[in-house]
């Protein structure tokens, strides 16, 4: 891969923000930091939306269902079965691409509006499925807890967390930089004008949704073991979703960049809000947010400090 | 260029119905490898549908193609323009939010997930082919949203050279221009068939932009093939000029 | 057995052809997938509750309450937010999913989070061979066939359901008519808010009220769409059916558990074999 | 003073401009044809007119200025009009799409219907049938009707030979002459199709690629050499 100068510098301020990360837990007590935890978990999974929808056009409604996936499946393996956490998180990782795929590519045939409905189908069906087949494994609606943790104690979570989200944050961001970044793009705007330049645009559409199941898969099972549990409520739900698509599309989407920033924002203001705002008033209020800069402003905030800093450079010129 | 033994393309005996209403009954034509031809004929007759069963965005209820001595009725679009077929399209389909450079960029990406991935663009190259088709360098940072039509229609071209095609299938390229840009694309077709060789069949309604460019012209009226000569005699042909003006 | 599932479907048919049809009908005309529509359907149920068993308003009058705030939303959706992203269907259906939530949120706000159990709109059982059916449910399938009939002849009959039709069939040709498709637009939202409504005034007297009971009316709306096809009032009545009588009989001869199950699979079946849905035609 | 009189008419597509500097003039009564090839801006032109593109430069119908006004009020003015291909509602009956025709004009219903299926025995015999499933000769006489239906002074015909066999465009012919001749209705037709408009209308405009010509006879027309040069180059 040539790396131009451009591509350069911008990698100077993903070192930067990883530096700066890193010194985080010297300044800020173990409380800011678990709020930190959920949104590098967050930002994993709405980079994975950013990566197939945010690029393709293709609108997935159903990223819990793959989160979910990889959850249960090393949750079961580990939880059940008593695999060592070292085989069952790669092999939920497996299963997530496989799983997904297998459910997904009938549907990367329909065209827009309506993929997103079938993959909101798909998480209601898993809903549904977890809490009557088999519960002696999946534990119905209960779920399991108890799991097994990685490591312990507020500091080292931070920084597993941190450390997964940011090599998958630079993987794609890389990734969104070469021709393939292009190309997907190009679904998204034209889909049949990608297919009369020469290209197969199943291909690139599974290529699309194999990496952003793969996220998915590693987001998902990373975050039961930190949090030690799964159930079928709070994993396949709207609001769930609802949290993943707020975050890409807060911060804008189809950046990768953005997506971190929405899921930092997102976690922020909610607990900052907690206090203040104890229940559902939260919701109410981000998702008002959430509802009036997707209409104002469809690209999010990451547009927002773009043109700002445009703005400044200019100013300064 | 390879040296073909017979025609480059050949199209036989094609049909196209939609619901009852026979749009195509039964075109057969060759085009010869750096033959020009118009395809010409009152609207709708049939003649982007025969378009769009070149390029199979529409699968033809009966009938072959074939390209370069291979039966490619069966071959999908993706294939197809890797064998060297390429359309432009009436109503340009740029991709929107993205630089000139950047569609150019599209076409030149290689069919194949881990070339996509490791080699990079080159954006000289791209800049080469904007240049080719009569860009100027500042505008190859523009989008499409800041273009003239007659614009949009070389950004087409561009993206249709960038594939390197053998075969290009240009859909009423002169409409919406201005004369003076009727020109600029004109001598542009001219310029690139004589340094790549290309083959064109051209549709349009403009005739009088279309007569110095086309070697042979084949005429549809009514999903039906009525005339084919050179430009001259098939203007004078007493069916065409009934299928124009009417009788 | 037999009898009981023939009751128990066209009872359930009928309520998910009441859901569907507000949703349907947005669909046909607009194009565009109204996501929030589930939330016609909480407001209608809870306008009811809050206006009978809280104000202790008359029946009928908490009913009449529930349409307009259906009616009121409705309009809103349209006016606030899907006019300004009509060319781009996919952003309504974000923007409308987000507003699903936020409706959730509000509702949980006024109402709190514990769900509330509504009295019938009337009470008394019909025994029948063995087979029990509340009034209640009797009364939503009649109420139901009331309004879609009254829906069907609208459309078909009269000057403006006509044209709500024409420009669900050809806008072009429904402008240069003379109609205002604005104007149609607004006349459907609105109407769609008050199906929504009066299914939802049902439907919580059949489950209860919660601020989750949005997600059910959307999917069963979202099947009828897409085994239906962008149809027809009568293909959706049909797709109702099948989804009613497909569920029915799953939930009583397989598992109860399985309510649902069934109906997402219908759907993934019918978009792998036909995309267009099985009676799918551009027409409301 | 002309019932329709246009001038400077500019009309854009995004960026690409469809219609430059267009004027014409249609008095009371007269069948007036707008001819020119594929592409040349017939069908926008008679979409400016019932105002459904963004346009610039002056429309004037009876001495209204219409170039601002919604389509609902233009048609409500007196203007009717048959799309290229119909535009009909495939899954509604011929008579529903009469229906839909009639609805800024609800007085004259049956009426209008009456002079409708008068003048085509056929859509009455299949007034029930969908128009999806009809031949293009009868779609194109739903259209006319449709346009009928809002009692025009003014009817906008545009490409009513598209796609006809020549026996049903004779017919289509003999219709319009009677509408004009018998119910004094100015029609503006537009046609690709030159022997036939010249053979129905009394003044022809000749339109080329978004420019338009003067007013003249069709024997003016006939006798320049114009329309060749205008289709075939020559």
């Known amino acids: 891969m040539s790396i131009d100068r451009e591509t350069m510098r911008y990698l100077g301020w993903w070192l930067a923000f990883g530096v700066l990360m890193c010194l985080l837990p010297l300044v800020v007590g173990t409380g800011t930091l678990r709020i930190l935890i959920f949104a590098h978990f967050l930002a994993m999974f709405a980079m994975s939306w950013d990566f197939l929808s945010g690029r393709t056009g293709y609108i997935s409604f159903g990223h819990p269902f793959l989160i979910g996936i990889a959850g249960y499946t090393t949750a079961i393996l580990s939880f059940r079965f008593g695999v060592p956490i070292y085989y069952s998180i790669p092999a939920a990782v497996v299963a997530t691409i496989v799983g997904g795929t297998l459910f997904f590519l009938p549907a990367l045939r329909i065209r827009g509006t309506y993929f997103a409905l079938v993959t909101l189908a798909f998480m209601e069906i898993l809903y549904q499925l977890t809490k009557v087949v088999a519960p002696k494994i999946t534990g119905g609606t209960r779920g399991m807890s108890g799991l097994e943790s990685i490591v312990s104690g507020a500091v080292n979570n931070y920084y597993m967390s941190f450390g997964i989200m940011f090599v998958i944050g630079v993987v794609l961001w890389l990734l969104i930089r070469t021709r393939l970044g292009v190309a997907l793009s190009a679904i998204r705007m034209n889909e049949e004008a990608v297919r009369s330049t020469g290209h197969s645009t199943t291909k690139l559409k599974l290529f699309a949704f194999s990496v952003s199941a793969a996220v998915s898969g590693v987001g998902g099972a990373f975050y039961v073991h930190y949090i030690g549990s799964i159930a079928p409520r709070g994993m396949f739900e709207i609001n769930f979703l609802f949290t993943i698509l707020v975050a890409a599309l807060l911060g804008g989407a189809e950046t990768i960049i953005g997506p971190i920033m929405g899921a930092y924002f997102l976690t922020v203001l909610l607990e900052y809000l907690r206090p203040v705002m104890p229940g559902m008033e939260r919701y109410l209020l981000y998702g008002g947010i959430a509802l009036v800069l997707y209409v104002v402003r469809p690209a999010g905030i990451y547009s927002l400090i773009a043109d700002a800093g445009r703005k400044v450079q200019e100013w300064r010129r | ?247 | 057995m037999a009898l009981q599932i023939l009751i128990q479907g066209f009872v359930l048919s009928g309520l998910y052809a009441l859901i569907a049809v507000g949703f349907t009908m947005i669909f046909s005309v607009g194009r565009v997938l109204n996501l929030a529509y589930g939330v016609y359907i909480m407001l209608g149920g809870y306008i009811y509750y809050a206006a009978l068993q809280e104000a202790g308003l008359p029946v009928f009058a908490s009913f009449i309450l529930a349409i307009l705030a259906g009616v009121t939303f409705g309009l809103l959706t349209y006016l606030l937010l899907v006019r300004r992203l009509e060319d781009n269907p996919i952003a309504v259906e974000i923007s409308t999913l987000i507003l699903a939530v936020v409706m959730q949120a509000l509702i949980v706000v006024i109402f709190g989070a514990a769900p509330k159990t509504m009295w019938p709109v009337i009470r008394g059982v019909l025994r029948f061979e063995g087979i029990s059916v509340t009034m209640n449910i009797l009364l939503a399938t009649g109420v139901s066939w009331v309004v879609l009939g009254s829906l069907m002849a609208f459309v078909r009959y009269t000057h403006l359901g006509r044209a709500i039709r024409a420009v669900s069939m050809d806008r072009k040709g429904a402008v240069i008519s003379g109609i205002e498709p604005s104007f149609i637009s607004m006349v459907t939202w609105a109407l769609s808010g008050a199906f929504g409504a009066i299914a939802g005034v049902f439907f919580a007297t059949f489950t209860q009220l919660d601020s989750h009971m949005w997600v059910f009316p959307l999917i069963i709306s979202v099947a009828v769409v897409i085994v239906g096809g962008i149809g027809s009032i009568v293909g959706s009545l049909i797709a109702a059916h099948i989804i009613g009588f497909v569920e029915t009989i799953t939930t009583t001869i397989i598992a109860a558990e399985l309510r649902g199950v069934s109906t997402m699979l219908l759907i993934i079946l019918v978009l792998l074999i036909r995309p267009k849905g099985l009676f799918g035609r551009a027409e409301l | 003073m002309a019932q329709l009189s246009i001038s400077g008419l500019d009309v854009f597509y995004g960026r690409a401009q469809a219609l430059h500097g267009v004027s014409l003039e249609v008095e009371a009564g007269r069948i007036v044809a707008v001819v020119g090839p594929n592409g040349a801006g017939k069908s926008t032109l008679l979409d400016s007119i019932i105002g459904l593109t963004r346009r610039r430069g002056q429309i004037q119908f009876e001495g209204r200025d219409i170039g601002r006004m919604a389509p609902a009020r233009i048609v409500r003015l007196g203007i009717g009009y048959a799309p290229e291909r119909g535009n009909l509602f495939p899954f509604m009956g011929v008579k529903e799409n009469l229906l839909v025709g009639a609805y800024r004009k609800r007085d004259a219903i049956e009426e209008n219907l009456r002079t409708v299926f008068d003048l085509f025995p056929r859509l009455e015999e299949r007034q029930n049938q969908e128009t999806a499933t009809q031949s293009g000769g009868e779609r194109q006489m739903a259209s006319l009707g449709r346009a009928l239906m809002s009692s025009p002074k003014l009817l906008m015909v545009d490409e009513p030979t598209l796609g006809l066999a020549p026996r049903v465009c004779l017919e289509i012919a003999a219709v319009l002459k009677d509408l004009n001749e018998r119910l004094g209705l100015t029609i503006v037709i537009t046609e690709q199709n030159a022997n036939f408009a010249m053979s129905l209308a009394q003044e022809v405009y000749l339109l080329e690629t978004g420019r338009i010509g003067d007013r003249r006879t069709p024997e003016e027309l006939r006798e320049s050499a114009d329309i060749a040069a205008a289709y075939f180059g020559d």
């Open chain 2, 1 to 247: 260029m390879t040296a073909t033994a017979g025609p480059l393309l050949e199209v036989r005996d094609l049909h196209m119905t939609f619901g009852g209403i026979r749009a195509v009954q039964g075109i057969s034509f060759q085009v010869a490898e750096g033959e020009t031809l118009g395809l010409i004929g009152p609207n709708g007759a049939g003649k982007t549908t025969v378009f769009n069963m070149i390029m199979a965005e529409l699968k033809p209820t009966s009938g072959e193609i074939w390209f370069g001595g291979e039966n490619i009725t069966r071959v999908p679009t993706h294939e197809r323009v890797k064998r060297g077929i390429a359309r432009t399209y009436q109503v340009p389909q740029p991709f929107g939010e993205m630089s000139v450079g950047s569609n150019i960029r599209v076409g030149m990406a290689p069919d194949d997930i881990w070339k996509l991935i490791a080699v990079g663009a080159d954006p000289a190259a791209e800049a080469e082919i904007g240049r080719s088709v009569g860009f100027s360098d500042e505008q190859i940072d523009m989008l499409p949203s800041e273009l003239a039509m007659g614009d949009l229609r070389r950004l087409e071209m561009a993206r249709n050279v960038a594939v390197s095609p053998r075969l290009l299938l240009l859909d009423e390229v002169f409409a919406g221009l201005t004369l003076r840009e009727i020109g600029q694309i004109s001598e542009l077709l001219v310029e690139k068939k004589r340094k790549d060789g290309l083959t064109y069949i051209i549709v349009s309604h403009d005739l009088r932009a279309l007569a110095p460019l086309v070697d042979r012209v084949i005429v549809m009226s009514f999903g039906e093939l009525i005339a084919e000569g050179s430009f001259d005699e098939v203007v004078k042909d007493e069916a065409v000029r009934d299928a124009y003006l009417g009788q």
